[in-house]
């Protein structure tokens, strides 16, 4: 698109690129940029609230990428983290054939962040079926993402290289 036809980016817009841009002007090819942002939104979705830094940081070392960029991903899914709790507990007592569980959301995401290992034995059973849910679908979405990001972070990089 020539830049007279392209949107203007927001402040914000800008802000979120930033980290992304510097990323692959250090070398992080697109490829593995878009494997990084995908595996730590991925995990930033994760069910378990609190656990998710851990898990990236673990991840992201085992599989060879990015920390620093796997991490900011992982921090931005927290909002989606939150939106998708309940339907993937909802999704994933559908798929074990259970009926749906009373649930007080503002008690249990309280309950995490205050005493998460109270919370599990109160909860344990509905985040569980969360886990399963998510096991099912997000791998699947990651892979996808990653491969819809390629070619984003491509033609950044090379918008990159233009402003140097």
Same mark, same amino acid.
């Given at each position: %698109?020539?830049?007279?036809?392209?949107?203007?980016?927001?402040?914000? %817009?800008?802000?979120?690129?930033?980290?992304?841009?510097? #990323?692959?002007? /250090?070398?992080? &090819?697109? &490829?593995?940029? !878009?494997?990084?942002?995908?595996?730590?939104?991925?995990?930033?979705?994760?069910?378990?609230?609190?656990?998710?830094?851990?898990?990236?940081? $673990?991840?992201? !070392?085992?599989?060879?990428?990015? /920390?620093?960029?796997? /991490?900011?991903?992982?921090?931005? #899914?927290?909002?989606? /983290?939150?939106?998708?709790?309940?339907?993937?507990?909802?999704?994933?007592?559908?798929?074990?054939?259970?009926?749906?569980?009373?649930?007080?959301?503002?008690?249990?995401?309280?309950?995490?962040?205050?005493?998460?290992?109270?919370?599990?034995?109160?909860?344990?059973?509905?985040?569980?079926?969360?886990?399963?849910?998510?096991?099912?679908?997000?791998? !699947?979405?990651? &892979?996808?993402?990653?491969?819809?990001?390629?070619?984003?972070? $491509?033609?950044? !990089?090379?918008?990159?290289?233009?402003? %140097?």
């Amino acid at each position: %698109m020539p830049p007279s036809r392209r949107l203007p980016l927001t402040p914000w %817009m800008r802000r979120l690129r930033e980290p992304f841009l510097q #990323a692959l002007k /250090q070398g992080l &090819g697109p &490829g593995a940029l !878009a494997a990084a942002v995908a595996v730590g939104l991925a995990l930033g979705t994760f069910p378990l609230v609190g656990t998710t830094t851990l898990l990236s940081a $673990g991840v992201a !070392a085992a599989l060879g990428l990015n /920390q620093a960029v796997v /991490q900011v991903a992982n921090y931005l #899914a927290y909002p989606l /983290q939150l939106a998708l709790l309940v339907p993937f507990i909802r999704l994933g007592e559908r798929v074990l054939g259970l009926p749906p569980a009373p649930l007080a959301l503002g008690a249990l995401l309280d309950g995490l962040r205050s005493d998460f290992l109270h919370t599990l034995g109160t909860f344990g059973t509905s985040l569980g079926h969360a886990c399963v849910a998510w096991a099912l679908v997000v791998p !699947a979405a990651a &892979g996808l993402l990653a491969l819809l990001l390629k070619p984003v972070f $491509g033609r950044l !990089a090379q918008a990159g290289r233009g402003r %140097m």
